[in-house]
């Protein structure tokens, strides 16, 4: 049971733009811990994406972009291709349960 | 280079113990958080424990509190994870990751070992 709500798919064409969000509330996102997301792929472990809200790690793609209101987290990639296709998780630390948590995972597909 | 080598896949009966390990090199491993995930077949990703070597500070997660173990030795840079009695519900990839940054804990995860699989069949 995650805290942090993702929707479970989102898609669209190649070179459109998709957001998605992640959802959680006052004692993690909201409390100001900070959201970050990671692209789940098939075998290894999933490399971090964007880190402390909005910033990108070296070598990660431009069109990867996050942002944090509130109690919400969103990540968007702007331009869609094809190797974008995976599952996303936001991650962040809940003050209630003293734990990290992940948010649920969005799958990508891209059309 | 920072880098996280884990243990191989393990096949275990229900009931079994099983111990699994994540050696850091490239980096001062008992100055660093070392935190381990359960990726469930299909499914997504869930935070176990988190353990800082130099003290064996260690932290569970509460869905996870009381099942597993976590424990260090400094002396060879690795982390373990250990099962006293496994179930079937155990079966998925366990992962050992590290923080991109030594000193917050809050950081992203930037490091991870390369996975384990652990199979829980009778």
């Known amino acids: 049971q995650s805290v942090l709500t993702q929707p479970p798919s989102v898609s669209g064409a190649p070179g459109q733009r998709v957001t998605i969000s992640c959802t959680g509330s006052?004692?993690?996102?909201?409390?100001?811990?900070?959201v970050h997301w990671y692209q789940q792929l098939p075998e290894a472990g999933p490399p971090l994406l964007i880190a402390?809200?909005?910033n990108r790690p070296s070598g990660v793609p431009d069109r990867f972009s996050g942002s944090k209101s509130d109690t919400t987290a969103s990540l968007t990639i702007t331009g869609l291709q094809a190797e974008d296709e995976a599952v996303y998780f936001c991650?962040?630390?809940?003050?209630?349960?003293?734990?990290?948590?992940f948010g649920t995972g969005t799958e990508v597909t891209v059309l | 280079e920072v880098q996280l080598v884990q243990s191989g896949a393990e096949v275990k009966k229900p009931g079994e113990s099983l111990k699994i390990s994540c050696q850091g090199s490239?980096?001062?491993?008992?100055?660093?958080?070392i935190v381990w995930v359960r990726r469930l077949p299909g499914k997504g990703l869930e935070y176990m424990g988190v353990?800082?070597?130099?003290?064996?500070?260690?932290r569970y997660s509460p869905s996870f509190e009381g099942h597993v173990t976590l424990s260090v030795d400094k002396s060879i840079s690795t982390a373990y994870l250990r099962w006293g009695s496994l179930k079937a519900s155990d079966t998925a990839i366990y992962y050992c990751?590290?923080?991109?940054?030594?000193?917050?804990?809050?950081?992203?995860?930037?490091?991870w070992g390369q996975g384990t699989l652990v199979t829980v069949s009778s």
């Open positions: 990751a590290r923080h991109s940054s030594t000193y917050d804990f809050y950081s992203g995860f930037s490091y």
């Open positions: 490239g980096y001062s491993f008992s100055n660093s958080w």
């Open positions: 353990i800082y070597p130099d003290d064996s500070d260690t």
């Open positions: 006052t004692s993690n996102i909201g409390a100001g811990y900070d």
């Open positions: 402390d809200n909005n």
């Open positions: 991650q962040s630390y809940d003050s209630s349960l003293s734990s990290y948590v």
